[in-house]
């Protein structure tokens, strides 16, 4: 890895697409590499490299460890564009880890930046305060932010954002216990991330598919969705949404009283490490 020459756009194209793939740990490490490579020759690209190691680690659910590799830059990034990003996904990380006062912090500074802009980029801005709302329980507050964040999205042409925007609307139809309007922005997030080759957007998407029809009372097509998420989950490594999925299946299960292959599904729980 070390004698690699290729530019930092090719490599930064390559580990995102990666990344957009849903192979998270791959696109994690690869960024890491990336960023070392780059730290001393270019302070910048090492960041952008930086970053998309955090936004790895937040899709795998290790907010904690995202805080982490964030804050343990002594020198921030200058261009704005990076600071916006990387203001949003600390937010994100605070918000998961219910530090709602430095997520408030995080994403007011991000917000000032993004003050009467409409770079693209600001968009995940939007998103993160809708990340923020859920954690604190506020629904009608999520779902206006990540209808705001489709509109965003939508607007400029960014079609990754919209994919996440409708996954997120769907994320929170589920909290407010609205099934069938969560099928409604689950089924086109599954579409769209298909379109885009973003499993890490489709695979969740599938997941929650499967998770509302559950509670619709469609136990054997919650079954085939779970289990066809709990399979791209494992496919590329994403341990923390396996888990959710297994559990799912481990639920129909037992509603079916099949207890034998509930309990060989709590089983892989015991097997699964993050």
């Keep these: 890895a070390c004698t690699r020459r ?3 756009q090719t490599s930064f194209d390559h580990t995102y697409r990666v ?4 192979d998270l740990k791959r696109s994690q ?13 270019s302070p ?17 659910g290790m907010s904690q460890e995202t805080l982490t590799l964030l804050n343990s830059q002594s020198t921030p990034p200058t261009e704005r564009d990076s600071v916006v990003e990387m203001l949003a996904i600390e937010g ?22 993004c003050s009467g802009d409409v770079d693209s980029i600001c968009g995940s801005v939007i998103r993160a305060q809708g990340v923020l709302a859920i954690e604190r329980g506020q629904l009608v507050l999520a779902r206006k932010c990540f209808e705001n964040t489709l509109s965003f999205a939508r607007a400029h042409g960014d079609r990754f954002l919209e994919a996440t925007a409708l996954l997120n609307l769907g994320a929170s139809a589920l909290r407010e216990h609205h099934f069938d309007e969560a099928i409604g922005w689950l089924e086109p997030a599954d579409t769209l991330s298909a379109n885009l080759g973003a499993e890490s957007v489709g695979l969740k998407a ?16 919650a079954l085939d969705l779970s289990r066809e998420a709990e399979r791209r989950a494992a496919e590329v490594g994403d341990a923390f949404d396996e888990l959710s999925w ?29």
């Excluded at 598919?209 to 097509?221: F, I, R, T």
């Excluded at 297994?246 to 993050?274: C, P």
Aim: hydrophobic share 35%.
């Design 206 to 221: 599938v997941g929650n598919l499967g998770w509302a029809y559950y509670n619709l009372g469609d136990s054997e097509k």
């Design 246 to 274: 297994i559990t799912n299946s481990g639920y129909v299960y037992s509603d079916a009283r099949d207890f034998s292959r509930a309990k060989q599904s709590y089983l892989k729980l015991s097997l699964i490490h993050i």
């Design 44 to 60: 910048e690209w090492a960041w952008k490299f930086r970053i998309l190691e955090a936004e790895s680690l937040m899709l795998r």
């Design 6 to 8: 290729e530019s930092p």
């Design 19 to 22: 990344f957009l793939h849903g």
């Design 29 to 41: 490490d690869e960024a890491h590499r990336e960023c070392a490579r780059f730290r001393d020759s």
């Design 92 to 113: 994100v990380a605070y918000a998961r880890e219910h530090s709602f006062p430095k997520a408030e912090r995080s994403l007011g500074q991000a917000e000032q930046l």
